[in-house]
C-alpha cells in the first residue's frame, strides 16, 4: 500500500517554524515528509533530520525526499531518542523541531496493522514493529481495572466501566485476537440508543493505540529535551489530536515560559527559576474551513507554538 497522509496544519506549521536556510531542522515524526518536503525547500546550506519509528514512514518519507541530496539525514527511532539520536552526529542545538502526533493516515488505512475498527484485521496497533507489546497482550493481559482506567482517560469513554466488564467476559472464554472480535465486544457494553454518535469502538481503540505507544508517556518525558535543544529563537511546533496531548503541551509551555515558584506576594523572584522562551500562541492554531472540509480527520488538530529566548545579537 503507498503511503498516504495529508499532513495536516501544514502551511500553518510551516510559516511558524521561521524556516532559515541554513538553519538546522527536526521532524520527529516524519511520517510521509509532507512538513519535512516543505522544510526542506527553503534550506541552502541548512540540514534536515527526520525521524520515525515506523519503517513504512521512513521508506516512504526517503523517497520522497530524495531530491534534496545529503541535505537530509532520515532516522528510524522514537522521538523521544532526539536528543541523544542527534548529538551521536554532532549535533546538540537545532533551529526548529515539528511534531504532527497521533496515528497517520496510512497507519489507519493499511488494515494489517489493527489500529482501525474499519477493517477485521490482528489486533496490533503498534507504531513501531519492533516493538513486543501490541494491542493484543493489553486487550487479554491487563486487569479489569487498567483496562477501565485507559478507556476512561485515554478514550474518555463515559462507558468505559461496563466495556472493560464486558472484554474480561469475553476473554475468559477465548483470547480475543482480532479488531471485528473487539468491535463486537464494545458494541454489547454500549446500549443501543448511544451508539448513533460515532463509531462505538473510536474511544476504546484511540485508548488501546496511545496505551499500546505509551504516547502520553513519550510526549512528557520528551518535551523538556526539545526546549532545551533549541537555538535562541528557535521554534517547536506541536500538532495534537487528543485533549490530553493538548494539555501536556499547553502546561509544559506555560511552565518554560514562567518557571518561577515564588509566591504571587513576593516582591522580586528569589528561586532563580529564568524563563527559556515564550509561547508564541496564546490559544492554538486550528485548521480552516477548508482544511476541514478537505480532511476530516483534521478536525481535532491543534497547533501549539513555543520559541526559544532570544538572545540580545538575535533580537
Do not use: W
Not at 60 to 74: Q, S
Not at 85 to 113: C, H, M, N
Not at 273 to 298: C, D, F, H, Q, Y
Amino acid at each position: 500500500m503507498e503511503f498516504n497522509h495529508y499532513s495536516v496544519l501544514l502551511a500553518e506549521t510551516i510559516e511558524q517554524l521561521h524556516v532559515r536556510p541554513e538553519g538546522i531542522y527536526v521532524d520527529g515524526t516524519l511520517g510521509g515528509g509532507g512538513h519535512a518536503y516543505e522544510v526542506c525547500k527553503q534550506l541552502t546550506t541548512g540540514h534536515f533530520y527526520g525521524i520515525d519509528q515506523d519503517d513504512a514512514a521512513v521508506e516512504a518519507a526517503g523517497k520522497r525526499l530524495e531530491p534534496f541530496g545529503d541535505k537530509v539525514t532520515i532516522l528510524r527511532n522514537n522521538y523521544c531518542n532526539m536528543r541523544s539520536a542527534l548529538a551521536e552526529r554532532g549535533v546538540t542545538k537545532v533551529d526548529g523541531i515539528v511534531l504532527d502526533l497521533g496515528v497517520s493516515s496510512y497507519q489507519l488505512d493499511e488494515s494489517e496493522r489493527g489500529f482501525s475498527y474499519r477493517f477485521d484485521a490482528p489486533l496490533d496497533m503498534r507504531m513501531d514493529r519492533r516493538q513486543t507489546v501490541t494491542a493484543r497482550e493489553i486487550i487479554n493481559g491487563y486487569s479489569e481495572n487498567d483496562l477501565y482506567r485507559i478507556i476512561r482517560d485515554y478514550g474518555e469513554d463515559k462507558f468505559s466501566k461496563n466495556i472493560a466488564k464486558h472484554i474480561v467476559r469475553a476473554r475468559a472464554d477465548k483470547p480475543i485476537e482480532t479488531t471485528f472480535e473487539l468491535n463486537e465486544i464494545i458494541k454489547a457494553a454500549i446500549p443501543a440508543r448511544m451508539r448513533k454518535d460515532g463509531h462505538p469502538s473510536k474511544r476504546t481503540f484511540q485508548a488501546v493505540r496511545i496505551e499500546c505507544n505509551r504516547e502520553l508517556d513519550v510526549l512528557r518525558d520528551s518535551l523538556e529535551d526539545f526546549i532545551e535543544m533549541l537555538n535562541p529563537g528557535g521554534r517547536l511546533c506541536i500538532i495534537t489530536f487528543h485533549s490530553l496531548e493538548d494539555r501536556i503541551v499547553k502546561s509544559t509551555f506555560k511552565k518554560n515560559e514562567n518557571p518561577c515558584t515564588c509566591p504571587p506576594g513576593f516582591p522580586v523572584c528569589v528561586c532563580g527559576m529564568v524563563s527559556k522562551g515564550r509561547v508564541v500562541t496564546g490559544k492554538p492554531i486550528l485548521p480552516g474551513e477548508r482544511e476541514l472540509a478537505e480532511n476530516s480527520r483534521s478536525k481535532s488538530a491543534k497547533l501549539r507554538v513555543f520559541e526559544a529566548k532570544q538572545t540580545a545579537a538575535n533580537v
